[in-house]
């Protein structure tokens, strides 16, 4: 999930220069991305109620698949946009899913450390997300002599004038293989705790009347404005004000801010 969910940062001084849109139209792509998961997060436990762990999961990955595939086969802004609300809608789906299906494949008792150490395994992907891309887009910036099969099939698929697009199709083996890995997996009856149920549609409208719930809103807004913001934004930083390339230096500082974010968070998770 973390490879898919964290390239924005690398990727959006390529979607400025590549599809020449201002910088407030390329942080509409985060939007649209974050936008998802408020569409999706509510219906996301009505899902799991009604169709159970694997065949949600499964059908996320398919999301994530098509809408990964979709702009890799017709790179450009709009299709950028629809792209990325796929993917933040499959995403938000697979997390209220998995929470759940982590407590009981790996047992209640076991849950904290479990939990913890998908936090290090989610952190270790946006991690490597960023240095994937830099790999491939500098590969296949340089001449085809001696490429390994990976890059001569990408370089087949990829538009010549936007390498970085390459990215996507790995994304889009990633959720394809998902797919098939579910689909063969045995899962564990998941019986959901109290607090863990979607709940009814009366419980939310009497939700939105609270005034705590709205702190809670803004306070995670807020969060998650800052951590976003920071990392879709500072490859684009290093670039404007220090004329840092960002497809060496820029995605090196997005992936040491996920590594050392995830680190963190594992640590104080420890403590």
Not at 83 to 93: D, E
């Amino acid at each position: 999930m973390s490879l898919l969910t964290n390239i924005l940062g690398p990727i959006l001084p390529d979607i400025i220069n590549s599809f020449h849109v201002s910088l407030t139209a390329a942080g509409f792509l985060a939007f649209a991305f974050f936008i998802a998961y408020g569409v999706m997060s509510i219906p996301a436990g009505f899902l799991m109620e009604r169709f159970h762990a694997k065949p949600v999961m499964i059908w996320s990955f398919v999301v994530s698949t098509l809408g990964a595939l979709a702009f890799a086969l017709f790179p450009g802004y709009r299709v950028a946009f629809v792209s990325w609300f796929a993917i933040g809608a499959a995403m938000a789906v697979l997390q209220v899913v998995v929470v759940p299906l982590l407590r009981v494949a790996g047992g209640e008792e076991h849950y904290a450390f479990n939990s913890t150490l998908s936090q290090l395994v989610f952190g270790s992907a946006s991690f490597i997300s960023p240095r994937i891309y830099s790999y491939l887009v500098l590969s296949l910036a340089k001449s085809p002599v001696h490429e390994n099969l990976l890059l001569r099939t990408l370089r087949r698929l990829t538009p010549e004038q936007f390498p970085w697009v390459s990215i996507y199709w790995i994304f889009t083996a990633s959720s394809f293989l998902m797919v098939f890995w579910l689909f063969f997996s045995k899962f564990p009856k998941v019986e959901q705790t109290d607090d863990e149920r979607a709940g009814s549609w009366d419980m939310y409208r009497s939700l939105v009347r609270k005034r705590v719930v709205w702190l809670y809103f803004i306070a995670m807004f807020a969060y998650i404005g800052c951590e976003q913001g920071t990392a879709d934004w500072i490859s684009k930083f290093l670039y404007t004000y220090h004329g840092f390339d960002p497809q060496t230096t820029g995605a090196d500082a997005v992936s040491w801010f996920w590594g050392c974010s995830q680190a963190g968070v594992s640590w104080a998770c420890c403590s």
